[in-house]
Nanobody
Framework: QVQLVESGGGLVQAGGSLRLSCAAS????????MGWFRQAPGKEREFVSA????????YYGDSVKGRFTTSRDNAKNTVYLQMNILEPEDTAVYYC????????????????????WGQGTQVTVSS
C-alpha cells in the first residue's frame, strides 16, 4: 500500500504562484508514475500533469501548459507541481496519484489508470 500526502495548497491572487508537494511512502518510488489531477466543484476530475519514472518525460493538460511544471526528487520520495501565473479557473482541489510502472500517454492522462491517491489539497485563486 502506498500513501500519498499533498501539501502546499492555499489562497493566492491571480497571477501568483504556488508549489504543491506530494510525499509518497513507496519503497521503490522511482518506479512509480506520478500524476496530478484537480477537481473543481461540480466538475469532473481533470488531468493536470504527469511525470513518469524517467524525469525527462512529463505530460501536461492543455489548460496548464506553459504555466505549470512537474518534477520529482526520487531521493526524497516527493513529486512537485510548480504553478505559475495562476488564474481563478485554476481553483480546485488538487490530487496526487501514483501507479507502479509505466504506460502510454493516454494512461497517464486518465484518473482511472492510477492505483493510489492522496487526500487532496485546496488551491483557491482570487481575482
Amino acid at each position: 500500500q502506498v500513501q500519498l500526502v499533498e501539501s502546499g495548497g492555499g489562497l493566492v491572487q491571480a497571477g501568483g504562484s504556488l508549489r504543491l508537494s506530494c510525499a509518497a511512502s513507496a519503497r521503490t518510488f522511482s518506479n512509480y508514475a506520478m500524476g496530478w489531477f484537480r477537481q473543481a466543484p461540480g466538475k469532473e476530475r481533470e488531468f493536470v500533469s504527469a511525470i513518469i519514472r524517467s524525469v525527462l518525460s512529463t505530460y501536461y493538460g492543455d489548460s496548464v501548459k506553459g504555466r505549470f511544471t512537474t518534477s520529482r526528487d526520487n531521493a526524497k520520495n516527493t513529486v512537485y507541481l510548480q504553478m505559475n501565473i495562476l488564474e481563478p479557473e485554476d481553483t480546485a482541489v488538487y490530487y496526487c496519484a501514483a501507479k507502479n510502472g509505466g504506460g502510454r500517454k493516454s494512461d497517464y492522462e486518465s484518473h482511472e489508470w492510477y492505483d493510489y491517491w492522496g487526500q487532496g489539497t485546496q488551491v483557491t485563486v482570487s481575482s
